[in-house]
């Protein structure tokens, strides 16, 4: 499965949506997922949400970065919120089949390139700071701007992780990090007293004798006559929403105060809130496969229609066309085992029988080699980026890139070997089939045939660039004989089926 990386850039710009939107262009053609933007003109603040798979993320930063130290003058901005830098704080959160090291090295790589490129001083914070005091991101910016302008170049506990002691005139400095997913949970009371929020806030925090892993100060709500305690949950795996809740609740009861609502911030990890309602409601038995919309959506590792259709939307090489060309494949394949069930049904042909089996085999096959032709040309992709400074590193970068491209080649010449094994099943369909279902077989037919000629250049566009001669000849010959198979096959169940209209 692919991994998946969050990341959640802060930019010093809460009230030009102009300006935000060039940042997020530019952070979203590098073929990551928009997942949330939000802009706050006191604050003077925006918070970008976007995941996507590592490398993309890591670009999609840097890009959001550079646009950022384009537009957003430090010298001239005002707002409540601190702010020492044009994209103020990028932290990375792993998400999917991720760890919070690889995040770590992401934000190394990160750090390194905006100091080299953009000449802007890079502070590490959170899991991937280099020293104990700047894990904590309210240290790094004691300051601000002006403060930190001041002391950088004098200071030495001042100096940054990359770059030079100097800070950009316009960009300021920026801090990059890694860290779990961070939950904003509110807890409204129904007084409009602050300092019972501040002594529930004192209850629960970690720096007060509370939770480990859960910060909290009490605010009040003038606009809506109320006080809050506004907590951060730094890791709700170990710290579970539903404790930290529990506890505030106990504390404000203490005071004669009840809590009024709670809310969630921007976005929460779903096990959070299945962790809470299996508390809650006293799931001792509960089992995830029993959430609906897990089955629905094919939680272990399969993925819907819907979500391959908004993963192919982005802007990004995968999924592409070969996995389009093994979906068509697929579809074929499927519509052709429905053709064969309903037939079977009513008229008991014992040589439809087995079809029904045998093709829907055929359709989960198809169906893995979307993915395959995804993985084949990431490959690709990865081998493009490894080093090539010394001659030993350029000869085995070649040499990955020449092999991830003969296996790019494969997946789809698989593809196009495949559909001529079921083309047989489609002709008997054409032949036996429901007359009232022959236009399925007809789809069924175009699809497959689609399927086979977006294969096919696929294949064809790979062995452009692939060096090894023999390889090529010998894949050019399979690919020759397979197309006259193909074509000769197509319009003879072409013309089966087209003769019984």
Known sequence: MEKIIECIPNFSEGRDEEKLNQIIGEIESAGVELLDREMDASHNRAVVT???????????????????????DLT????????????????????????????????????????????????????AATRPDRQNLANIRRGEFEGLRDEIETNPDR??????????PTAGATVVGARFPLIAFN??????????????????????????????????????????????MTEYTKTPLFRVFEMARREAERYGVRIRESEIVGLVPEQALIDTARYFLQLDRFNENQILEYRLRG?????????????LALSRPTPGGGSVAALEAALGAGLLAMVTGITVRKTKDAELKDFHGHLKLEMYDFYKYIEKDKQAFDAVMSAFKLPDESPDEKKAKEAAIQNGL???????????????????????????????????????????????????????????????????????????????????????????FLTTF
């Open 299 to 311: 939680k272990a590792g399969k993925q819907s229609i819907l979500e391959f259709l908004n993963d």
């Open 159 to 168: 100096r940054p992780d990359f770059g030079e002691p100097k800070i950009h």
């Open 50 to 72: 976007f995941v996507g798979e590592p490398e993309a993320v890591l670009e999609a930063a840097f890009k959001g970065a550079k646009k950022a130290s384009e537009l957003i």
């Open 406 to 496: 003969k296996n790019a080649a494969e997946v789809p010449l698989e593809v196009c070997k495949k559909i001529l094994l079921v083309y047989p099943y489609a002709k008997t369909l054409a032949q036996k089939g429901l007359k009232s279902a022959i236009s399925d077989v007809g789809v069924a037919l175009h699809a497959l045939h689609s399927g086979f000629i977006g294969a096919r250049l696929n294949v064809l566009i790979n062995l452009k660039s692939i060096t090894d001669d023999e390889f090529n000849t010998s894949t050019n010959t399979t690919v020759d004989s397979l197309t006259k198979q193909e074509e000769k096959m197509f319009r003879e169940i072409e013309k089966i």
């Open 76 to 127: 001239k901005h005002k707002g409540e919120h601190p702010r020492m830098g044009a994209t103020d704080v990028i932290p990375f959160v792993p998400i999917s089949n991720a760890t919070t090291r690889e995040c770590v090295e992401l934000a190394k790589r990160l750090g390194k390139r905006i100091a080299d490129e953009l000449k802007i001083p890079v502070y590490l914070y959170e899991a």
């Open 187 to 232: 807890l409204n009371l129904n007084t409009s007293d602050v300092d019972i929020a501040q002594k529930v806030a004192k209850a629960i925090r970690f720096m007060s004798g509370g939770f480990r892993y859960c910060k909290a100060l009490g605010f009040e709500l003038k606009d809506e006559g109320i006080a809050q305690v506004s907590i951060n």
